[in-house]
T-cell receptor
Framework: DVKVTQSSRYLVKRTGEKVFLECVQDMDHENMFWYRQDPGLGLRLIYFSYDVKMKEKGDIPEGYSVSREKKERFSLILESASTNQTSMYLC??????????????FGPGTRLTVL | SQQGEEDPQALSIQEGENATMNCSYKTSINNLQWYRQNSGRGLVHLILIRSNEREKHSGRLRVTLDTSKKSSSLLITASRAADTASYFCATDDGRPNSGYALNFGKGTSLLVTP
């Protein structure tokens, strides 16, 4: 079974703090994704990566950055957390879409509260 | 960008009844997927239907796809309380430089009461 793990289930940070959200997958997937989920807005793509050291902006990259130094790990960084970044953050991974139709495997999510 | 839109936003039924959720999308797709999310958890893939397929079954799930109307439906038969969850449709447009990222709808919240 594919397993995608996220470093924390719940996180509380203060405005202005630098926040790291870690995601690790154990199935050698090329693609990894970060989404945020807010009531009434559904899932919105923040960043994705299709290879080590590669990253692409999603729909809402402002205020975020990412790092993918190893294939299994994809980190989301909030350089200076703000209250409007309070949200549920979901990480996902997938195999190459042209072969495996890009079914995504999700982690359990991190509920981040910024005070 | 969000492409899929689920309908209805919320659905409440009794155990044993069938639940039908609909999804509409805007541009051409390679495939359409349905995911389930239990409260406060990550999403779980349910079923995928390719653009050249019209209907697909998996257990109590039945998915249809009408590319001419740009719509899909998910039918859950003989629902159980454990089916209570949010259901999302997701589409991709097959652009290689997108990493085959998916576009998710806002979801249908299904409540199945005993």
């Amino acid at each position: 079974d594919v397993k995608v793990t996220q470093s924390s289930r719940y996180l509380v940070k203060r405005t202005g703090e630098k926040v790291f959200l870690e995601c690790v997958q154990d199935m050698d997937h090329e693609n990894m994704f970060w989404y945020r989920q807010d009531p009434g807005l559904g899932l919105r793509l923040i960043y994705f990566s299709y290879d080590v050291k590669m990253k692409e902006k999603g729909d809402i990259p402002e205020g975020y950055s990412v790092s993918r130094e190893k294939k299994e790990r994809f980190s989301l960084i909030l350089e200076s957390a703000s209250t409007n970044q309070t949200s549920m953050y979901l990480c996902a991974s997938s195999l190459p879409g042209e072969i495996y139709y890009n079914e995504q495997f999700f982690g359990p999510g991190t509920r981040l509260t910024v005070l | 960008s969000q492409q899929g839109e689920e309908d209805p936003q919320a659905l409440s039924i009794q155990e044993g009844e069938n639940a039908t959720m609909n999804c509409s999308y805007k541009t051409s797709i390679n495939n359409l997927q349905w995911y389930r999310q239990n409260s406060g958890r990550g999403l779980v893939h349910l079923i995928l239907i390719r653009s050249n397929e019209r209907e697909k079954h998996s257990g109590r799930l039945r998915v249809t796809l009408d590319t001419s109307k740009k719509s899909s439906s998910l039918l859950i038969t003989a629902s159980r309380a454990a089916d209570t969850a949010s259901y999302f449709c997701a589409t991709d447009d097959g652009r290689p430089n997108s990493g085959y990222a998916l576009n998710f709808g806002k979801g249908t919240s299904l409540l199945v009461t005993p």
